[in-house]
């Protein structure tokens, strides 16, 4: 299926102790994952009119988000992503950039267009050429992710969110964060194709889950801009 359910929710670290305890002997960890959790940080770009977060805010249900993604904060694999919502379903595309490419667009700048870029690069390179797509931000977290092939379901733990607006330190081992939730208080996210199978349903039920629409990006740029007054 090429767009996606995504649903989000609001929990604590005791939530997700439950679920963790339900979800392991029925769901597989991701096979990415090495040890109970990984990082994710991602880079966010927008345009001069900061239509991204301007759409984001006033509910635009068909946008885009534009961000380069790293892993464990290794320049090892970086992935060029173009993450789309329409009517409610959401739909990621991305492909592998180089060191040297990520470090131009860091820069503002386009690296060299090339004939046999992948399509997703190609848009992202359209994207900046004409709308003059720069850096903005950058979030982080550590990720818990739990997958199984009925529905293909993807159950992700997102703790720790931390922002950051100094983009030229993307690869920094040590960006200091900016915590964007109070203390305790985590994103579960629950993602799959035309069914929720109605045995991980079931255990998703813990009578507390608060749905939710946090977009990490949005509150990134929200907190730069409280910073700034």
Request: proline share 3%; charged share 30%; aromatic share 12%.
């Amino acid at each position: 299926m090429e767009y996606r359910n995504e649903l989000k929710f609001l929990v604590t670290e005791q939530d997700l102790a439950l679920l963790r305890f339900r979800l392991l002997p029925v769901m597989a960890y991701d096979v990415h994952q090495d040890g109970d959790c990984y990082s994710i940080r991602s880079l966010y770009f927008d345009d001069m009119e900061d239509s991204c977060m301007r759409e984001n805010e006033a509910g635009v249900d068909d946008r885009r988000k534009y961000r380069i993604r790293i892993y464990k904060k290794s320049s090892e694999k970086i992935s060029m992503e173009i993450k789309e919502k329409f009517r409610g379903f959401t739909k990621k595309r991305s492909c592998l950039i180089s060191r040297e490419e990520c470090e131009r667009y860091m820069a503002g700048q386009c690296p060299a267009f090339r004939g046999d870029m992948e399509r997703v690069a190609k848009e992202f390179y359209a994207a900046h050429a004409a709308r003059g797509m720069r850096p903005v931000s950058i979030v982080e977290y550590e990720r818990t992710a739990f997958t199984e092939r009925v529905g293909n379901v993807r159950v992700t733990f997102d703790r720790n969110i931390g922002v950051s607006d100094r983009t030229k330190d993307f690869f920094s081992e040590s960006l200091p964060l900016t915590p964007v939730l109070p203390a305790g208080l985590h994103i579960l996210e629950v993602k799959y194709d035309e069914f929720l199978p109605d045995y991980i349903a079931g255990l998703l039920e813990i009578g507390s889950l608060r749905r939710t629409s946090f977009s990490k990006y949005y509150l990134s740029r929200i907190n730069a801009i409280q910073n700034l007054v």
